[in-house]
């Protein structure tokens, strides 16, 4: 509906406007099978007999995925039409998801969800890529914010959805109905608005040097890299903490199922993510550094919780979901700003990948904690983790700490 009033015209939008809500739907939509391995993570666990290692791997491998590739897709929207790494990209996650649904084991999941996070890696920097090809100034800073704010929305639906179908029809089906997402996305290529004269300009010979002096850039790379070890060690992990809480005697409560409570709380980060970043345009980058350091104090928080009462750990685990991902708009919008404009599809692809390894690296270090410290069973073996997992938004927030201006913008 959204989409047929912005092509007819009754609701009415700038072209940044309309840029910006196209390319959120379209990111959204891509985003549906983000979360369906870390809602099912129990259930598929049971029938593949996976121990915690290789969940952790298999919930990681997605963001390895999209670490692999995005450096080679970001970066040739440069030279190529993004919108062709858009459409290709979106095809793949489909297959990717429906072939999950036949998977029979860990080696095969874990190769498909490689496959899965390829296919964000063509959508999420091409799109924002292509967002600020359209967009300038204020309304580039806004629109990059809001763009990556959305991950927030689609994560959340992911982990709803998944949790919603698998309570119908069983795990292979949230993967089947997960891969519908991106075939919606397809819909916003044809209804974008022609790229800004500026951004049309022919990009320079493919060169990461420049980029890696840009020291206000790399401050936000290094941020990033901290952020998503923290949000996807969280999110692969929040559904089995949350069911093994419940599990312990006098923590029983009526509930939506975990995925279900994941994904509201992923739905809180929303409008979150929308004001930091509001309030970092406006007071600058000390908004972004307490928001880590508060993602930190929740994560020790659960830290030395681990194991009590559900009254204590729910509020936690919901409050990390939120403030883990709370200042990644703010920083995705720096990064943007820092970028040299006739390189910016090179900066972002160096930006996401550093992020999307330590993506990968986060909830994989999580689950060789637990294992180290007796398993998922016990309480100090989930200490470890959450004291891992804060690990992240410290150098996030340390990185933005010591941030210079960029050069050019001085």
């Not at 419940?246 to 709380?265: E, F, Q």
Request: hydrophobic share 55%.
């Amino acid at each position: 509906m959204l989409l047929s009033a912005i092509r007819s015209g009754s609701f009415r939008l700038g072209a940044a406007g309309k840029a910006t809500v196209l390319l959120s739907f379209g990111l959204m939509t891509n985003l549906v099978p983000l979360a369906t391995f870390a809602a099912m993570i129990l259930a598929i666990n049971r029938t593949w007999g996976l121990n915690a290692s290789e969940a952790g791997w298999i919930g990681g491998i997605y963001f390895a995925g999209y670490a692999m590739s995005v450096p080679v897709l970001a970066s040739a929207t440069d030279k190529l039409d993004g919108r062709w790494i858009f459409v290709g990209s979106s095809l793949l996650s489909v297959a990717s998801s429906l072939a999950f649904a036949l998977a029979g084991g860990f080696w095969t999941g874990l190769w498909l969800r490689f496959l899965s996070g390829a296919s964000l890696a063509g959508v999420q920097m091409p799109g924002l890529k292509l967002l600020a090809d359209r967009t300038s100034g204020r309304a580039r800073a806004r629109g990059s914010a809001i763009y990556t704010s959305c991950y927030a929305l689609g994560a959340a639906g992911s982990f709803l959805l998944a949790g919603v179908v698998e309570g119908f029809s069983g795990w292979r089906s949230t993967f089947v109905v997960s891969s519908i997402g991106p075939l919606l996305g397809l819909a916003v290529i044809p209804l974008l608005p022609p790229v800004l004269e500026d951004a049309a300009a022919a990009a320079p010979r493919l060169d990461f040097r420049p980029i890696f002096r840009n020291r206000a850039l790399m401050a936000y790379v290094i941020a990033f890299a901290g952020n998503t070890w923290e949000v996807f060690a969280v999110r692969v992990w929040f559904v089995a903490y949350l069911t093994w809480i419940l599990g312990l005697p006098g923590n029983r409560l009526t509930l939506p199922g975990p995925a279900v409570i994941s994904g509201l709380a992923s739905l809180v980060g929303f409008p979150v993510n929308i004001a930091v970043a509001e309030l970092a345009l406006r007071y600058g980058r000390s908004v972004v550094i307490m928001t880590s350091v508060i993602s930190v104090l929740v994560c020790i928080a659960l830290a030395i919780t681990a194991g009590g009462p559900v009254r204590i750990v729910l509020p936690l685990l919901v409050l990390v979901q939120v403030t883990s991902i709370g200042d990644v708009g703010a920083l995705t919008s720096g990064a943007v700003d820092a970028a040299d404009a006739a390189r910016r599809g090179a900066a972002l692809s160096v930006y996401a990948f550093t992020g999307y390894v330590t993506a990968f690296a986060g909830p994989v270090v999580a689950g060789v904690a637990l294992d180290w410290f007796g398993g998922a069973a016990r309480p100090e073996a989930w200490s470890a983790a959450f004291a891992a997992i804060a690990l992240g938004s410290a150098v996030a927030a340390c990185a933005v700490a010591a941030a210079r201006p960029h050069p050019d913008r001085a």
